[in-house]
């Protein structure tokens, strides 16, 4: 088994192609061009970016359900402790958009 992340187009795995000089997929034959440290094809900076983007949104997702929940606690109260609690959500939302933003 290859320590190589697998193709991205079919998911085949990568070999080094002595003929050729290059990596090699096993399925697609797509090549990749060698890199002593197997960088080349371990290195997927766009995937690698977006798979830390999609954990940063799903923090954001957890913090924002949790808010839901609790507004919708508040909710069930009465006028004047909603209106308290309502500026208290306010408040939290800034404050995630103002994390996000820095």
Same mark, same amino acid.
């Given at each position: 088994?290859?320590?190589?992340? +697998?193709? +991205?187009?079919?998911?085949?795995?990568? /070999?080094?192609?002595?003929?050729?000089?290059?990596? #090699?997929?096993?399925?697609?034959?797509a090549t990749v061009l060698?890199? +002593?440290?197997?960088? &080349? !094809?371990? &290195?997927? +900076?766009?995937?690698?970016?977006?798979?830390? #983007?999609?954990?940063?949104?799903? /923090?954001d997702n957890a913090k924002? #359900?949790?808010?839901?929940?609790?507004?919708?606690? !508040?909710?069930?109260?009465?006028?004047?402790?909603?209106?308290?609690? !309502?500026?208290?959500? #306010?408040?939290a939302m800034l404050e995630?958009?103002?994390?996000?933003?820095?």
């Amino acid at each position: 088994m290859s320590d190589l992340k +697998p193709c +991205p187009f079919c998911k085949g795995e990568f /070999a080094f192609d002595f003929e050729i000089k290059k990596f #090699r997929c096993d399925k697609c034959e797509a090549t990749v061009l060698p890199d +002593p440290y197997g960088r &080349t !094809v371990n &290195t997927r +900076p766009i995937e690698d970016d977006l798979r830390n #983007r999609i954990a940063e949104l799903e /923090a954001d997702n957890a913090k924002f #359900r949790q808010l839901i929940r609790d507004w919708s606690i !508040v909710l069930e109260q009465d006028d004047l402790f909603q209106l308290w609690h !309502v500026e208290i959500v #306010r408040q939290a939302m800034l404050e995630i958009n103002k994390e996000r933003e820095e």
